[in-house]
């Protein structure tokens, strides 16, 4: 069965260390939050979620009574601010994204390639609403991890040996998880290493489904999720 | 002390023509973050006052009724530079039937040529869009990453004394792009408190490309909900300092929110 959308954010939790600043994408990063797990001592990791609008210290929703149109999160959603949150401009912002001050980012994608560049912002030909702010995570997050259905709608394989569509950042994704697999960026060998197979999904179905070369060596676990 | 507090966002806009920067073919930054933060009143203010073939730089488009979305309609903008327009669908008509030139930026990029801008650095360089279209016809250059160029030199060959990182991606020159810094002949900027001398106060995440726009323009306008009197602003609490600023009008913004998200 490959993983769920749910199952791909649980996944990706598994990524988070305690104390990490921590930027998510929208759509299947943004659900990463609800799947935040327990550090050493038990407790909840103290993981820090920032926001690329001006905010380290992302809280839940607010209660109805408390939305403020002063407070959004990157997707434009109402949301609060947690005990120790800091505000700050767009410049200040992004020099921390820029700057290496931000642990790991998780994000979306609509190609990859066997060397770790990365497309997701715009399509030929159709309407393009920009960048946003994923070309400065691409390229100044310490870990990138993308987290896409392993094929498009039509069957093609979005792991791809060389990306077709215009790129967001350059041999900069550390890790993809999949609906079928995880997998991770040998960064001496300059290519993905297949680290985990989704629940009754094959090895050999993977590299099937794979247009990218990928190392695959050895016993390949299966993902726990 | 000369008060910098005007009656309205009409009067506010008609200092800057008065002083011959906003005419024709003028370039506006507007501040804002989807619609969080945006002075509201004073874009209201720039429609009515009928000037045409603005270049507005904003890192998004408002929404069709709503922010930059209002001059969009009446056709007043002629090129916008932005990192994200998704919301806007006469946007994307003007778009797509090339009456309107749109400028992406990374939006890292766009606050950064803007605060450098302000800050009277002409150029600089980031790794942000290095290899993509964004690198096109601009200059790239290998650099070693400044925390990797500890001494100062971060240019290869150009004495580095620092030491290689671990990971197997540092202490390798890695591509940076030559981006420049943006001014603008007004910026309209949004936000909380101010006094009459100009100093201004934002609001959480309403802060967003407020602050930097208020440093590079000719004329700088702000919308704010709040005046009180010179020396009650803590001054260490100040965001902009007020000799940046030009005029401030007090109004009273709708503040509308483009998706509300509750807890369940």
């Keep these: 069965m490959p993983l769920s959308r749910d199952q791909l954010a649980m996944r990706a939790a598994k990524e988070l260390r305690d104390g990490y600043i921590v930027n998510l994408g929208i759509g299947i990063p943004t659900l990463v939050a609800n799947h935040i797990p327990a550090g050493a001592d038990g407790q909840k990791m103290d993981v820090w979620l920032q926001s690329e609008n001006g905010l380290l210290g992302i809280g839940p929703f607010p209660e109805e009574s408390r939305v403020d149109p002063d407070l959004i999160n990157a997707g434009k959603q109402t949301i609060t601010a947690r005990k120790g949150a800091s505000f700050f401009s767009s410049s200040d912002s992004f020099a921390m994204i820029r ?5 790991m980012c998780i994000l979306g994608a609509m190609e990859v390639s066997e060397k770790g560049d990365i497309a997701n912002w715009m399509i030929p030909g159709k309407m393009v609403k920009g960048m946003g702010g994923a070309m400065d995570l691409v390229a100044g997050v310490k870990k990138v991890v993308v987290t896409m259905e392993h094929c498009s709608k039509d069957g093609k394989s979005k792991i791809v040996p060389e990306c077709s569509l215009p790129l967001t950042g ?16 040998d960064h001496d060998k ?28 050895g016993d390949v676990p299966v993902v726990g999720v | 002390m000369r ?3 005007v009656n309205s966002a009409v009067e506010a806009l008609a200092l800057a023509k008065a002083r011959g920067v906003l005419k024709d073919g003028a370039t506006v930054m507007v501040g804002g973050f989807g619609l969080c933060g945006i002075p509201e009143h004073l874009i209201v203010a720039l429609r009515d006052s009928g000037v045409k073939r603005l270049t507005c730089i904003s890192n998004n488009a408002g929404v069709d009724d709503f922010g930059l979305g209002l001059l969009l309609k009446t056709r007043q903008i002629a090129k916008m530079i932005s990192s994200y ?11 797509l039937s090339k009456e309107l030139e749109i400028e992406f930026n990374p939006q890292g990029t766009l606050a950064e040529r803007i605060r450098a801008g302000g800050a009277g650095i002409p150029a600089f360089y980031t790794a942000t869009g290095a290899g993509t279209v964004i690198a096109d016809d601009k200059e790239t250059r ?61 609001r959480m995440t309403a802060r967003n490309f407020n602050p930097m726009m208020a440093t590079a323009a000719s004329v700088v306008l702000a919308e704010v909900e709040e005046v009180v009197e010179v020396g009650t602003l803590d001054p260490d609490t100040v965001h902009t300092p007020g000799n940046y600023v030009d ?18």
């Design chain 1, 190 to 217: 300059g290519l993905f290493r297949l680290i985990e197979v989704a629940p009754g999904v094959t090895v050999e179905e993977v590299k099937a489904r794979t247009a990218a070369k990928i190392i695959v060596e």
């Design chain 2, 142 to 202: 290998a650099m070693l990453r400044p925390s990797e160029g500890i001494g100062g030199a971060t240019i290869p060959g150009r004495g580095f004394g620092g030491r290689s990182g671990t990971a197997p991606q540092s202490g390798q020159p890695r591509d940076y792009v030559l981006e420049t810094g943006l001014y603008a002949d007004v910026a309209l900027v949004k936000a909380w408190k101010a006094d009459a001398f100009g100093n201004l106060v934002y």
């Design chain 1, 170 to 185: 350059r041999r900069c994704i550390d890790m993809v998880i999949s609906d079928l697999c995880v997998l991770k960026m």
């Design chain 1, 99 to 103: 700057g290496g001050h931000i642990d």
């Design chain 2, 247 to 264: 005029a401030v009008v007090k109004t009273t913004p709708e503040k509308r929110i483009e998706q509300k998200t509750v807890r369940k």
């Design chain 2, 3 to 5: 008060t910098k507090v």
């Design chain 2, 85 to 95: 327009v998704g919301e806007n669908a006469e946007f994307e008509r003007q778009f």
